[in-house]
């Protein structure tokens, strides 16, 4: 049982390069969500996903796409990478715990893709 | 709207001496409050929970958090830090419309020896 893992660990771009980073869940959790951490800010929500073929946007959505073509997978892509978007991005997931989105909503989270965009 | 605040973005304590970390929230509903610990270059654990039943609540490696509703309190507490706790913490509440997490700065903690 892997639980969440992110490919890749590590990643250098250059301004207007496209990347996609893959977040994957081996817990058949429903919902699924991508951070950037930045410093000083704690985490802060990108897009997120209730459910397979389903994404929403979060609090920072601007600059990114995500695909959830998979329960298992969340995709994030960069299209057309800034260097404000250098960050540490980490994505997590969880069950359905009843309610709109759960009440109760204990999320697990991989162990991040730290991306530089010069 | 709900938020959390972390009221000290640094805290440094010595080994074996009592661990504080403050976290006021602010909440509509009666809240899920969590608090995960990140090590360096690591990603998130969760330590503890509270989800409305008790007041105290116990989590791993010997960490503790209270739950006062009278004022909007859920500092994390550890009778003896250990070097193994310098960490950065945070307190996240859950919006219970959306089942948002929503996470306070953080707090950094330094265990000297």
């Known amino acids: 049982n892997a639980g969440v893992t992110q490919t890749p660990k590590f990643r250098v771009l250059k301004t207007g390069q496209s990347m996609t980073l893959l977040c994957a869940q081996d817990m058949n959790h429903e919902y699924m969500y991508w951070y950037r951490q930045d410093p000083g800010m704690g985490l802060r929500l990108i897009h997120y996903?209730?459910?397979?073929?389903?994404?929403a946007k979060g609090e920072v959505p601007d600059g990114y796409n995500v695909s959830r073509l998979k329960k298992q997978n969340f995709l994030l892509g960069l299209e057309s990478a800034a260097p404000s978007q250098t960050s540490v991005y980490f994505c997590?997931?969880?069950?359905?715990?009843?309610?709109?989105?759960?009440?109760?909503?204990?999320?697990?989270f991989g162990p991040g893709t730290r991306l530089t965009v010069l | 709207a709900q938020s959390v605040t972390q009221l000290d973005s640094h805290v440094s304590v010595s080994e074996g001496t009592p661990v504080l970390l403050r976290c006021n929230y602010s909440s509509s509903y009666s809240p899920s409050l969590f608090w995960y610990v990140q090590h360096p270059n690591k990603g998130l654990q969760l330590l503890l929970k509270y989800t409305s039943a008790a007041t105290l609540v116990k989590g791993i490696n010997g960490f503790e958090a209270e739950f006062k509703k009278s004022e909007t309190s859920f500092h994390l507490t550890k009778p003896s830090a250990h070097m193994s706790d310098a960490a950065e913490y945070f307190c996240?509440?859950?919006?219970?419309?959306?089942?948002?997490?929503?996470f306070g700065q953080g707090t950094t903690l330094q265990v000297k020896p």
């Open positions: 996903s209730v459910g397979e073929g389903t994404t």
């Open positions: 997590a997931s969880s069950y359905f715990a009843g309610g709109a989105l759960g009440s109760y909503n204990e999320q697990f």
């Open positions: 996240v509440v859950s919006d219970h419309r959306t089942g948002k997490l929503i």
